[in-house]
């Protein structure tokens, strides 16, 4: 095991600060959350993958998924996706680290119109359900304990209020977003 004062360390640690700095900004970062809403927007498009953002709360809003309930969201999202019809297109889905909604990767082939209908399917799926949260068991889940069903629903719910007459128009981050 290297020592802080290793010089291999040290030099590691130089050249990763070097990297950092020369770093482009990521895509994601480059969104104003200031200015962003709860929808569906096109993140980015990567060869023949497509990046959703599933956003369901008000960034800096102070108003964010709770842990559990975006971990049960995560399991119900999943699941139903990778059930759907769309199953061999979907390659991701994830919740965002800030705890402000979902991102859902796709194949070019899902267009933008199936790309909503199977998000506000997805979401109705989860405001309905009723039973045990797909693997929330201890040995499919690292965390299988922490999960919220109620609270899952409620967030799916407003959710689905936002998607109701969502268009792939709507799909592009308003001006001054980006």
């Known amino acids: 095991m290297l020592s802080v004062s290793d010089p291999k360390r040290k030099e590691a640690f130089a050249d990763a600060k070097a ?3 020369n770093m482009k900004t990521i895509a994601s970062f480059t969104v ?21 953002d599933v956003r369901m709360k008000v960034p800096n809003s102070g108003d964010y998924l709770p842990t559990p ?30 705890r402000t909604g979902f991102y859902l990767l796709l194949r070019d082939s899902v267009s933008r119109a199936e790309a909503i209908r199977l998000v506000q399917d997805s979401f109705a799926f989860i405001a309905a359900y009723e039973g045990e949260i797909p693997g929330a068991t201890r040995t499919q889940c690292g965390n299988y304990r922490e999960h919220d069903l109620p609270g899952a629903k409620a967030a799916a719910a407003a959710l689905c209020l936002t998607l109701r007459d969502w268009t792939p128009e709507k799909t592009v981050y308003e001006s001054g977003n980006v």
Not at 72 to 98: D, K, W
């Open 19 to 21: 990297i950092a700095i």
């Open 32 to 52: 104003n959350h200031d200015t962003l809403l709860p929808g569906l927007y096109v993140s980015r498009v990567d060869g023949d993958i497509v990046t959703y």
């Open 69 to 98: 309930a975006a971990h049960t969201i995560e399991h119900l999202f999943a699941t139903y996706a990778r059930n759907s019809g769309y199953a061999n297109q979907v390659i991701y889905v994830g919740p965002m680290g800030c």
